[in-house]
Nanobody, 124 residues
Framework: QVQLVESGGGLVQAGGSLRLSCAVS????????KAWFRQAPGKEREFIGGLRWSGGNTLYADSVKGRFTISKDNAKNTMYLQMNSLKPEDTAVYYCASKLGVLLTPRAHEYDYWGQGTQVTVSS
């Protein structure tokens, strides 16, 4: 079992920044992929980006490339999502997710563990 807890969401003005955290506990094997997704009301869950915990390779969605950065702190078993130049269309509930293996995939159904989500609201 893997437990994921997101934090850091909130209300921010357009153009601002936020940093989300995803604390990982339980089976924290290095052979996991971690990812960030978001879901806006009435929309499907969207892949933002992810990384291989071992090696740190990253993959980003085109919609956030250049604005969002994923990083990790191995000592704290925590993954971060630094979000800059935020836009109103970034408003959503943001989730972190985890899957066993090394394949970094944008497909939500392939992830086994999910956090409870944290709300990000960007005002115009």
């Amino acid at each position: 079992q893997v437990q994921l807890v997101e934090s850091g969401g909130g209300l921010v003005q357009a153009g601002g920044s936020l940093r989300l955290s995803c604390a990982v506990s339980g089976r924290t094997s290095a052979n996991y992929v971690k990812a960030w997704f978001r879901q806006a009301p009435g929309k499907e869950r969207e892949f933002i980006g992810g990384l291989r915990w071992s090696g740190g390779n990253t993959l980003y969605a085109d919609s956030v490339k250049g604005r969002f950065t994923i990083s990790k702190d191995n000592a704290k078993n925590t993954m971060y999502l630094q979000m800059n130049s935020l836009k109103p269309e970034d408003t959503a509930v943001y989730y972190c997710a985890s899957k066993l293996g090394v394949l970094l995939t944008p497909r939500a159904h392939e992830y086994d563990y999910w956090g409870q989500g944290t709300q990000v609201t960007v005002s115009s």
